[in-house]
Each structure stands twice: as structure tokens, then as C-alpha cells.
């Protein structure tokens, strides 16, 4: 399985960017799927997912600022992410996980300048 993230980059604070994630199977052969991110000298932390059934999970920081979402046809999975803050400075890596196994991208860097 390979997961192909893309879009990160440099933004001001306030602005906005998309993720995205493209899969190498039918995303619907996960039990989850969603993003992770990891901050110099923090663990890494979960974002968001979304689920077969479409339920979603955020991370608190996030909520009402990133949305996550899928294209079923495309196999890929997107977050939208607004009003991004210094704080939001990390890796973003996409991860999957289907029955015992999970799966990881390669990362994308976001950085947002005060």
C-alpha cells in the first residue's frame, strides 16, 4: 500500500491550504484514513480521520479551522485547512489503517509564518 501526500508549503498566518492524499488501493478497504502530523521536537499527533461510515474525528486545535474529506473515485483523501496558525508548523503525514495494519505516507511540511 502506498500513501502519496502532497500540498503542503509555506503560508502566513490566517491563510489557507489543501492536502492531499492518494492511495494506491480503494480507500474503502480501510478502516480509517486520515492525517497525523508531527512538530520539531513533539510526537507525533493525530489530526483528522475519516472512517467507512464517513465519521470523522478531529483533533480539538483544529476543529472548526480543518476539514477532512475523500474523493471515493479519485482514492484519495483531502484536508482543507483554514485559518492556520504558527502552531500548525509540523509534517503532516497521511495514514491509513486497515484490521492490524498500518499504513504511512511520506509527509508533507506546512509551515505558517507569523
Known amino acids: 500500500v502506498q500513501l502519496q501526500a502532497c500540498g503542503g508549503g509555506l503560508v502566513q498566518a490566517g491563510g489557507s491550504l489543501r492536502l492531499s492524499c492518494a492511495a494506491s488501493?480503494?480507500?474503502?478497504?480501510?478502516?480509517?484514513i486520515g492525517w497525523f502530523r508531527q512538530a520539531p521536537g513533539k510526537q507525533r499527533e493525530l489530526v483528522a480521520t475519516?472512517?467507512?461510515?464517513?465519521?470523522?474525528n478531529y483533533a480539538d486545535s483544529v476543529k472548526g479551522r480543518f476539514s477532512i474529506s475523500r474523493d471515493i473515485a479519485k482514492d484519495t483523501v483531502y484536508l482543507q485547512m483554514n485559518s492556520l496558525k504558527p502552531e500548525d508548523t509540523a509534517v503532516y503525514y497521511c495514514?491509513?489503517?486497515?484490521?492490524?495494519?498500518?499504513?504511512w505516507g511520506q509527509g508533507t511540511l506546512v509551515t505558517v509564518s507569523s
Open positions: 495514514n491509513a489503517q486497515r484490521n492490524t495494519m498500518n499504513y
Open positions: 488501493r480503494n480507500i474503502f478497504s480501510f478502516n480509517v
Open positions: 475519516i472512517g467507512n461510515g464517513s465519521r470523522t
